[in-house]
């Protein structure tokens, strides 16, 4: 492989790359990348078995366009790591190092002046289904990344593609994160998508937006769009004679993108969640998992052998309350009691033993990487919220609400009594939503906890069908705190879920600060992304951070870090050591292992 300097995120962000040097130096000095190789002399062999939750058809399918942020609901391993081994995106990330793997793309620049990013594209790459891989296929994607409301869209002005291998982002003013929307996105094919990516250029051209009656259809149509199957890029296809309730299987994709690289013949890939894979990780049928096991079931898997790797996740579960049904959550004394009434530290604990770290700052980001974009001064206006049982009665009291003996009555005189839901299958959040029910109605606020099956809970979520609710606070998708206020403020409320038909959250971003003043948050989180100039990016982000502290549209709990079992020698010959800065990418986005598979690093024992 060859190296260039180059300076410049389930339940899907630490640094930004090289800002400074790019407002700098423009192209010519952006982030060192290495790009992988399209093929090679793979000593082909063995299986590689992992684990993902997926419905199978009808509720699975496989429509895999869109974002983190924005895809469709129940598409089939596309929503996790292991998509990638399908259709990849242009590079992965190394988040320690700063520097880009090459994929797709062959390289990547900016130009400051012109306000453009351009990818160039690998030329012979093939579909699956023959046709070449081409600039169209970009046009296609983040076309119909338009139609599933990508927070993209907010930076760009027009995309184009000047010839067959050379894609241009346009941006409407000048922001770093559009090149990790930009490499990041996973590129899907114009024979499948290529219609779908005509409506949305039509509405674009004629002025439309997707709050306008066609756009509202046609995003409707896009969610229902069911293909045959994947037409996919990368080294492995699914053996679609293998998609059954327990397990799906990975073939290798003779003309797809590093299928001589890879090591593996097949990749194994056992159905479930938390309870469903735990009993296989322990029989040996699992070598590497995701999810988010008990304390118990590390403590088992250490003692048959396992190493249990503990990468970052730069992100966790949070309290979502719905501000429709329940108004008196409105008011933010009221949320700032909830969070002085939770041990977050005791909640992390419960839920994932010394891989879950109870949140300090409250910034809407990863503790790790506040002190990277606040200054020390800034740092010290963020309220923690600490474990205070009068603060919360004084809050609480303050809002008009009474203690009526051991319990609370809102100010309206309604019994404060509630339901909170959670994605059943996910044992650490499942802990965190019942501990979080138990310590609350010890205080005197009534919540009963209640699990929803995983597919199901955040579209419930965004169609407004809940109370209280645990989804996602912060972004391990992407390494730059703007996308963790897009996951905080726009996934699960008003931006993104009008997507399922409903406000999510229905937290308005149109606010009063007691900082700041009047303020409209859309634009507040478009700004923490905006820039080139490394100062511009920090006063942006600290003060998206301190409204977030503020007015806490939710209230995160613990950062979940991975407790990964990863059983070596056996099919795996390693995995890669504690040590290895990949280690440091999220888990669920440039995950380590994915990309050692990708590179051929990881391999057969």
């Not at 012109?114 to 690998?122: E, H, L, M, Q």
């Not at 769009?225 to 290798?252: C, M």
């Not at 994932?352 to 990863?366: I, N, R, Y």
């Not at 419930?460 to 391990?476: E, H, P, T, V, Y």
């Amino acid at each position: 492989m060859t190296t260039q300097d180059f300076d410049l995120s389930r339940r899907r962000l630490f640094q930004l790359a090289g800002v400074g040097a790019v407002g700098a130096v423009g192209v010519s000095g952006l982030a060192a990348c290495s790009p992988a190789s399209p093929d090679g002399e793979g000593e082909g062999g063995g299986e590689f078995h992992g684990a993902w939750p997926f419905k199978v058809s009808p509720e699975g399918h496989y429509n895999n366009a869109g974002t983190p942020f924005a895809g469709v609901p129940t598409r089939i391993l596309t929503d996790g790591p292991y998509g990638d081994l399908l259709c990849l995106p242009s590079a992965y990330y190394y988040w320690a190092e700063k520097k880009w793997e090459y994929l797709i793309a062959e390289s990547h620049s900016a130009d400051a002046a012109a306000n453009t990013y351009t990818v160039k594209i690998r030329a012979g790459l093939k579909w699956s289904d023959g046709t070449a891989i081409s600039s169209e296929d970009y046009l296609t994607t983040f076309h119909v990344q338009w139609i599933q409301r990508s927070p993209l869209w907010n930076f760009v002005s027009k995309i184009e593609a000047p010839d067959a291998q050379t894609f241009t982002i346009t941006m409407n003013k000048p922001s770093t994160v559009v090149e990790r929307y930009l490499l990041r996105s996973n590129i899907v094919s114009t024979a499948v998508y290529g219609e779908w990516a005509g409506k949305a250029k039509a509405l674009i051209d004629g002025k439309k937006t997707m709050d306008d009656a066609e756009g509202v259809e046609l995003g409707k149509s896009f969610q229902e769009f069911r293909p045959e199957k994947y037409n996919v890029s990368g080294p492995y296809d699914i053996d679609y004679g293998t998609v059954a309730d327990t397990q799906i299987t990975l073939v290798k994709n003779p003309s797809g993108f590093a299928a001589g690289t890879v090591k593996f013949d097949k990749v194994v890939l056992y159905n479930g969640e938390t309870p469903d894979v735990t009993p296989l990780v322990s029989d040996g049928s699992v070598d590497y998992a995701t999810h988010g096991f008990p304390v118990a079931s590390e403590a088992a898997f250490k003692a048959a052998g396992f190493r249990i790797i503990r990468p970052p996740n730069y992100s966790g579960p949070a309290i979502l309350f719905n501000l429709d049904k329940l108004p008196e959550f409105k008011d933010v004394r009221v949320r700032r009691a909830i969070a002085h009434a939770i041990n977050r530290v005791d909640n992390g604990k419960v839920a994932l033993g010394e891989s879950g770290k109870g949140v300090e700052f409250m910034a809407g980001f990863a503790d790790g990487a506040i002190d990277q974009w606040l200054t020390p001064e800034d740092k010290a206006k963020l309220n923690p919220y600490p474990y205070d049982l009068a603060k919360a009665e004084a809050l609480l009291t303050e809002a008009g609400w009474k203690k009526d003996g051991d319990t609370w009555k809102t100010k309206e005189g309604k019994a404060a009594e509630y339901e909170i839901q959670f994605p059943s299958e996910f044992a650490d959040w499942s802990q965190a939503g019942t501990n979080a029910a138990e310590q609350l109605s010890s205080f005197g606020i009534k919540v009963t906890p209640r699990g929803v099956t995983f597919t199901q809970a955040p579209i419930d979520i965004d169609k407004g069908n809940f109370q209280l609710a645990i989804q996602q606070w912060g972004a391990s998708a992407h390494p730059h705190p703007h996308f963790s206020f897009v996951a905080d403020l726009f996934t699960h409320n008003i931006p993104i879920a009008k997507n399922q038909g409903g406000k999510g959250m229905a937290f308005e971003l149109k606010v009063k600060s007691e900082i700041y003043g009047d303020l409209d948050l859309t634009t507040v989180v478009n700004d923490a992304g905006s820039g080139l100039d490394e100062a511009e990016q920090k006063q942006n982000v600290t003060k998206a951070a301190i409204v977030f502290n503020e007015l806490l549209p939710m209230v995160p709990l613990f950062e979940r870090l991975g407790n990964n079992p990863a059983k070596e020698g056996g099919r795996v010959k390693a995995f890669p050591a504690d040590t290895d800065p990949v280690v440091q990418n999220a888990m669920y986005a440039d995950n380590y292992v994915v990309l050692g598979l990708l590179t051929g690093k990881i391999e057969p024992n």
